[in-house]
């Protein structure tokens, strides 16, 4: 299908070799305006650690719910089928609730949901919780990818999406690396368990991070709104 769209550039810009030269000018222009706009930066920073600890506990998620909690294969695999259904149904629920919700209030309503999926399944014992935890986790990253995409694509300049999105994911897989390797160690010596629960409970105090950032910053903007409102109101000619 992409084959088929249509060529629209009538003439391409010459692009630079990749070499350490420009790496050096990528992160000076990704330098600049996190500093110029320090709010973007971070709720950026605070999704994409979210991500590598959800890819990090993710890598336990077989053997967690197969040695743990000691379901079969088949009943893993509803699980797995489950969390699918999640994320179908969270992008229909998504595809309204946009309508009605900020962007803001999107994200904090998709990591704070989403931590607490992961923090269902970790405590669970059985088939019925662990599937009802993957099930929520998935509907609510539709939430929490959606609003994110959206306020990145509307808060970053477009000569500059390529180059964050590229350091940030850039980082975002070291850490992801790291980490993954951290808790297969750790969970040789101690047990798979705990290292899912620390997961778990580590993107909850992100997620909590995430969504009192997002909320000042919604509440500052109404404020805000509201002064620009008297303001106008106040120099209208009586």
């Given at each position: 299908l992409t084959l088929l769209l249509p060529d629209e550039e009538e003439e391409r810009e010459k692009q630079d070799s990749l070499s350490f030269a420009m790496f050096k000018k990528d992160v000076a222009l990704v330098g600049r305006f996190s500093a110029a706009f320090p709010y973007v930066a971070f709720i950026s920073l605070l999704f994409h650690l979210m991500m590598v600890l959800m890819t990090a506990t993710d890598s336990l998620e077989a053997a967690f719910a197969t040695t743990v909690i000691g379901l079969t294969e088949g009943e893993y695999g509803v699980i797995v089928s489950g969390a699918g259904?999640?994320?179908?149904?969270?992008?229909?629920?998504?595809?309204?609730?946009?309508?009605?919700?900020?962007?803001?209030?999107?994200?904090?309503?998709?990591?704070?949901?989403?931590?607490?999926?992961?923090?269902?399944?970790?405590?669970?014992?059985?088939?019925?919780?662990?599937?009802?935890?993957c099930f929520t986790l998935s509907f609510a990253l539709a939430f929490l990818n959606a609003g994110f995409l959206t306020f990145y694509q509307n808060s970053v300049p477009v000569h500059l999406i390529g180059r964050m999105s590229s350091m940030l994911t850039f980082i975002e897989s070291l850490l992801v690396l790291f980490f993954t390797v951290c808790f297969g160690w750790l969970a040789e010596m101690f047990s798979i368990r705990l290292l899912v629960?620390?997961?778990?409970?580590?993107?909850?105090?992100?997620?909590?991070?995430?969504?009192?950032?997002?909320?000042?910053?919604?509440?500052?903007?109404?404020?805000?709104?509201?002064?620009?409102?008297?303001?106008?109101?106040?120099?209208k000619p009586l």
């Open positions: 259904g999640g994320i179908l149904v969270g992008s229909f629920v998504n595809a309204w609730l946009i309508h009605h919700l900020s962007l803001l209030r999107l994200m904090s309503i998709g990591a704070v949901i989403t931590s607490l999926g992961y923090l269902l399944f970790s405590f669970s014992n059985m088939f019925a919780s662990a599937f009802v935890g629960v620390i997961g778990a409970c580590s993107m909850t105090l992100l997620a909590i991070v995430f969504g009192g950032v997002n909320f000042q910053a919604v509440r500052a903007q109404f404020y805000l709104n509201r002064e620009r409102k008297e303001k106008n109101s106040a120099s």
